[in-house]
């Protein structure tokens, strides 16, 4: 039970993250969205909100940076990014454009731990240089892998933000299809 509660938590932070930014993601928020009992907060997470916030950044982040480490362990940079634009697409249909992405969340966040902003900059760090690995293993040189890398995770990240506000996928549909474009050009 004690971890279930404390997993249930979790994914409502991470939930609420995503939909309401960092400043939305309160204890109250949490515990009405997982339906844990108020003495688990404390229980669970003894750091309180900032402890809590901390988990959802870190297990949001840990679980995008182990999806593109799996997509891109096919070796098709094409079909990696594609996925990746596929991934994005569900979330924003799923939630009826009310998710974005929840480390993006952290970034925009006021209210955030030093420390977390940091983990949320290495995620995007992390993400492109898992984009890089899949290029340069394609045969692009590393310093052209590295820029487009960088490309792709900011344009797909910019083309959530415009997705929720426009509430259509029109914009990470358009992004997908230059990325794709943009790829076969550089070989």
């Not at 900032?50 to 297990?59: P, V």
């Not at 993006?104 to 955030?112: K, L, P």
């Not at 933000?161 to 259509?168: D, N």
Request: hydrophobic content about 45%; some cysteine.
């Amino acid at each position: 039970m004690r971890t279930n509660t404390r997993s249930l938590m979790v994914t409502s932070a991470m939930r609420l993250l995503s939909e309401r930014g960092a400043h939305g993601l309160t204890i109250d928020a949490v515990l009405a969205d997982s339906g844990a009992p108020r003495g688990s907060v404390y229980y669970h997470f003894p750091g309180g909100r900032a402890e809590l916030l901390t988990e959802a950044a870190r297990t949001s982040s840990t679980f995008i940076t182990e999806m593109i480490r799996g997509l891109s362990a096919g070796g098709d940079p094409a079909r990696t990014l594609d996925s990746f634009v596929r991934f994005w697409r569900g979330v924003l249909v799923d939630s009826d454009f009310h998710s974005g992405c929840p480390v993006a969340a952290v970034i925009a966040g006021e209210d955030v731990p030093a420390d977390v902003s940091e983990m949320a900059r290495t995620a995007f760090a992390t993400w492109a240089e898992e984009i890089t690995k899949a290029l340069v293993d394609a045969g692009i040189e590393r310093t052209d892998a590295e820029q487009k890398a960088t490309l792709a995770v900011a344009a797909v990240e910019g083309a959530v933000t415009l997705c929720r506000a426009h509430r259509s996928t029109t914009p990470l549909d358009h992004v997908g299809a230059q990325l794709q474009l943009f790829l076969e050009v550089s070989r």
